[in-house]
């Protein structure tokens, strides 16, 4: 499916007031499948076609938005070829020819120029390294384990562990600290995480268990510091996991069986750490 008949569908569910779930929901679908429509990854079949063009109530033609200019173009050529039939004037298709290789060449050069257009937007980079966005304004957020930082036009903003630098003058030092040890705002940075997938790529559900994440990774980094896997927050992993299985891959029971291991892995935790701690015991005697 090409973008343009993506931003079609999109255009159409708004006009129509729904959400993507919403629209998954009366065509028995999943959501990711219209997720993947609207971003041109993947292209509806024939019966959902249908389906669609019947809830919008249009035709197929309305639905896939063939080119008014494409048809006025054609139009335009029959018109010329029974003017040439009726009064004999090959001067006139002659004409009429070279304004059609006009219009096809103007239409190409205006879309080749949209789709360029299109790839200037908004660059959008989400991995392991962080989030970075560049528009094309030249305007940057940056999100990663090192903090927060913002180049705009007027402004240029760095939150990160030395504390809130704006316009090259410090607002506040050592914003995020815990005792002695500095401390990276994981709440702040899931929000933001949050924020963007849900702009940029409408996952605000089931983008909302990125939360989940918060008390699972700084429970494992404290339980890394003290060395005491009790301290780690096992059932909000599986509550995280729980939910990941059962949203985008519908797996409710079959997950459910997760909540088994909650008992068994602070049995083992328990049983190493008693073992760690005589051993310790044995070391210091």
Same mark, same amino acid.
């Given at each position: 499916?090409?973008?343009?008949?993506?931003?079609?569908?999109?255009?159409?569910?708004?006009?129509?007031?729904?959400?993507?779930?919403? #629209?998954?929901?009366?065509?028995?679908?999943?959501?990711?499948?219209?997720?993947?429509?609207?971003?041109?990854?993947?292209?509806?079949?024939?019966?959902?076609?249908?389906?669609?063009?019947?809830?919008?109530?249009?035709?197929?033609?309305?639905?896939?938005?063939?080119?008014?200019?494409?048809?006025? #173009?054609?139009?335009?050529?029959?018109?010329?070829?029974?003017?040439?039939?009726?009064?004999?004037?090959?001067?006139?298709?002659?004409?009429?020819?070279?304004?059609?290789?006009?219009?096809?060449?103007?239409?190409?050069?205006?879309?080749?120029?949209?789709?360029?257009?299109?790839?200037?937007?908004?660059?959008?980079?989400?991995?392991?390294?962080?989030?970075?966005?560049?528009?094309?304004?030249?305007?940057?957020?940056?999100?990663?384990?090192?903090?927060?930082?913002?180049?705009?036009?007027?402004?240029?903003?760095?939150?990160?562990?030395?504390?809130?630098?704006?316009?090259?003058?410090?607002?506040?030092?050592?914003?995020?600290?815990?005792?002695?040890?500095?401390?990276?705002?994981?709440?702040?940075?899931?929000?933001?995480?949050?924020?963007?997938?849900?702009?940029?790529?409408?996952?605000?559900?089931?983008?909302?268990?990125?939360?989940?994440?918060?008390?699972?990774?700084?429970?494992?980094?404290?339980?890394?510091?003290?060395?005491?896997?009790?301290?780690?927050?096992?059932?909000?992993?599986?509550?995280? #996991?729980?939910?990941?299985?059962?949203?985008?891959?519908?797996?409710?029971?079959?997950?459910?069986?997760?909540?088994?291991?909650?008992? #068994?892995?602070?049995?083992?935790?328990?049983?190493?750490?008693?073992?760690?701690?005589?051993?310790?015991?044995?070391?210091?005697?």
């Amino acid at each position: 499916m090409n973008l343009e008949i993506a931003n079609r569908l999109v255009g159409l569910r708004k006009e129509n007031k729904l959400s993507q779930e919403a #629209l998954a929901e009366k065509l028995g679908i999943s959501r990711q499948a219209v997720s993947k429509w609207e971003r041109a990854e993947a292209s509806p079949d024939t019966d959902n076609l249908i389906a669609l063009a019947k809830l919008y109530h249009v035709s197929l033609d309305e639905l896939l938005k063939i080119h008014e200019e494409e048809n006025e #173009l054609a139009e335009e050529e029959e018109q010329a070829t029974t003017d040439l039939v009726l009064t004999g004037e090959s001067t006139y298709r002659d004409g009429m020819e070279e304004r059609a290789d006009s219009d096809r060449t103007a239409y190409t050069e205006g879309r080749r120029r949209e789709k360029n257009d299109q790839q200037a937007a908004d660059d959008v980079h989400i991995g392991l390294n962080g989030i970075h966005v560049r528009d094309k304004k030249g305007e940057e957020v940056h999100i990663s384990w090192n903090g927060i930082h913002v180049h705009s036009q007027e402004d240029e903003v760095h939150i990160d562990k030395n504390g809130i630098i704006v316009n090259g003058e410090k607002v506040q030092k050592h914003l995020f600290r815990h005792g002695d040890k500095e401390e990276f705002p994981l709440g702040l940075f899931s929000i933001v995480i949050y924020i963007v997938i849900g702009v940029f790529f409408d996952l605000w559900h089931p983008g909302w268990m990125l939360f989940l994440l918060v008390p699972v990774v700084s429970s494992l980094i404290q339980a890394v510091r003290c060395r005491n896997a009790s301290l780690f927050a096992y059932p909000c992993l599986i509550v995280f #996991l729980y939910l990941y299985m059962g949203f985008i891959h519908s797996m409710w029971h079959l997950a459910g069986l997760l909540f088994l291991t909650i008992p #068994l892995y602070y049995s083992l935790a328990e049983y190493f750490g008693r073992n760690r701690r005589i051993e310790e015991e044995e070391q210091e005697q």
